[in-house]
């Protein structure tokens, strides 16, 4: 049910929820201490004054800290679900409720509600998108031509958004700078590997409450995500496989000890599947036919069209939910295929996402992109744009400062040497 506020349009779940969602949001800012920095300053300079604002992520503990980092920093901004499963109810309507921040978000809405909620997003006017996955930004580009004059430019951090917004590029239709964040250093080494790892395991596990020690666990996918899961699977006991269609990540992957089959391969000896791909249907009908009887298939990657869904649910029998964001497909051939949250993002729909000490270093490339946009209005051509290499090491540093960890620097004889062509062995 839609909750109401004479103070603000927004749809949320509840109201009432905003005691512990505001309980949880100040625990997640005990580590994330580097986006708390950069909202203090944002407070005081206020970048963002006079522009209107919109984001599109997942409503969460650690998304709540990015938004009230950019209201501190003056910019009127609105938060919507960029995935139907993924909010945090309570959240929410701490935001709603306790930062006067509108939201449009409700876990489990539908297809219907969460392209509403876009077209909401883009009522707003925004000067700034904030994407994930790129459906507002597509929606503009396809839909709100008329729009794009009021755009400074807006920010990505999904690989399936960057993956998107190329493509747009290479048609000739993103017309206005794009931030990648995505690409940055402190986010897909950090975020992707050690974020997306350690979450989708711990979806999984709450999801099903399995052992995963002596599955055969398939990772589709050896990007940063995929190497990231691979590697925590491995820690809890698990023989992973891994499927890949690029042949220098195919050979990272074994040389990294794990096995690499074809995925028809590899669909015979799964227990669990995760795909962390992006792209569609890696796991397809045929895929689905050679699985053992019970397998367990989730996706980690972006949208659920990951896994062919359709085809699934053409050869069932029966779907019954077996546990919450657990259903079991009783196919006809007899065998039965379980699949996780929907085929959503595993990590947000049986969990909490990534923990807060990895997004903070994510959501302040967030904050300082936006910022990087609106110093920069109209300098930028349109395409994509690159995390400064200074504001990467920036985060990194003060990240470091935060955990108290402390590193070298070169002396004046190293830096000496290490521009120098003339000086040898």
């Excluded at 708390?36 to 599109?56: H, S, W």
């Excluded at 958004?161 to 897909?188: E, Q, W």
């Excluded at 993002?345 to 903070?360: F, R, T, W």
Aim: proline residues 3%; charged residues 25%; aromatic residues 6%.
């Amino acid at each position: 049910m839609t909750a109401t506020s004479p103070r603000l349009k927004h749809e949320v779940k509840d109201l009432a929820l905003a005691i512990l969602g505001r309980q949880r949001i100040d625990w997640a800012g005990r580590e994330m201490p580097v986006l708390a920095q950069i909202r203090d300053r944002f407070a005081k300079e206020k970048p963002f004054a006079g522009l209107r604002l919109v984001a599109c992520s997942h409503v969460t503990t650690e998304t709540a800290h990015l938004a009230i980092a950019l209201k501190a920093g003056g910019a009127d901004a609105i938060l919507i679900a960029s995935n139907p499963l993924s909010t945090q109810d309570d959240v929410a309507a701490s935001l709603v409720a306790d930062h006067e921040i509108p939201v449009f978000a409700q876990k489990g809405e539908d297809n219907e509600t969460y392209n509403r909620h876009v077209q909401i997003a883009l009522d707003h006017r925004p000067n700034i998108i904030i994407d994930d996955g790129s459906d507002v930004v597509a929606e503009l580009v396809q839909n709100r031509q008329h729009q794009i004059a009021d755009l400074i430019g807006s920010t990505e951090e999904t690989t399936t958004g960057i993956v998107r917004l190329r493509a747009m590029f290479n048609d000739g239709v993103l017309t206005f700078p794009a931030m990648n964040v995505n690409d940055a250093d402190t986010k897909h080494f950090f975020d992707n590997r050690y974020g997306t790892g350690q979450s989708t395991l711990d979806g999984i596990i709450r999801a099903t409450n399995i052992l995963l020690a002596g599955k055969n666990i398939v990772v589709v996918g050896y990007g940063w995500c995929g190497k990231g899961t691979a590697l925590r699977a491995r820690g809890m006991g698990g023989n992973v496989i891994v499927t890949e269609i690029d042949p220098i990540k195919a050979i990272e992957a074994v040389m990294d000890g794990f096995r690499v089959l074809p995925m028809a391969e590899a669909a015979t000896y799964g227990d669990i599947f995760i795909t962390v791909t992006g792209n569609k249907h890696v796991i397809r009908g045929e895929h689905f036919d050679a699985m053992k009887d019970g397998a367990i298939v989730c996706n980690s990657g972006h949208f659920d069209l990951e896994l062919d869904l359709k085809y699934l649910a053409s050869k069932a029998k029966e779907i019954k939910d077996v546990r919450p964001f657990t259903e079991e497909y009783k196919l006809t051939s007899g065998k039965s295929v379980v699949v996780l949250g929907q085929g959503r993002l595993i990590n947000l729909a049986a969990a909490e996402g990534h923990p807060s000490a990895v997004m903070d270093m994510s959501f302040a490339n967030q904050a300082l992109a936006v910022e990087y946009l609106v110093k920069n209005k109209g300098k930028l051509e349109p395409g994509l744009h690159s995390i400064p290499v200074e504001v990467d090491q920036e985060i990194a540093r003060l990240k470091l400062e935060a955990m108290g960890i402390h590193i070298d620097t070169l002396t004046a004889d190293q830096i000496e040497y290490i521009n120098s062509w003339t000086s040898g062995t």
